[in-house]
């Protein structure tokens, strides 16, 4: 069976640093894409960061370059999203998403919660 399951959510401090964590299991995780998405309440879900299968390229949206950094331990069947200086607007559920190939439906991981607050 194909699981994503994410980890290392919580509750932080704006400027706190947060790393999220998305074991993979049931595919061949070495062949995928991987991405971090979020969703905050009453948004739509927005692509955060992505990585190539073998770790060698990387995009992320314009509102976290500098602060976010993906990557991936493909011996680990794990994908890592290192989150440094949090902002409020962070806060959001955060999805974990492996992709190979347009033909076929994404896999998704069940989410993470992320909240930004003092």
């Known amino acids: 069976q194909v699981q994503l399951v994410e980890s290392g959510g919580g509750l932080v401090q704006p400027g706190g640093s947060l790393r999220l964590s998305c074991a993979a299991s049931?595919?061949?995780?070495?062949?995928?894409?991987m991405s971090w998405y979020r969703q905050a309440p009453g948004k739509e879900r927005e692509l955060v960061a992505r990585v190539t299968t073998a770790g060698d390229s990387t995009n992320y949206v314009d509102s976290v370059k500098g602060r976010f950094t993906i990557s991936r331990d493909n011996s680990k069947n794990t994908v890592y999203l290192q989150m440094n200086s949090l902002k409020p607007e962070d806060t959001a559920v955060y999805y974990c998403?492996?992709?190979?190939?347009?033909?076929?439906?994404?896999?998704w991981g069940q989410g993470t919660q992320v909240t930004v607050s003092s």
């Open positions: 998403n492996a992709q190979r190939s347009m033909i076929f439906s994404p896999f």
């Open positions: 049931g595919f061949a995780f070495s062949m995928y894409t």
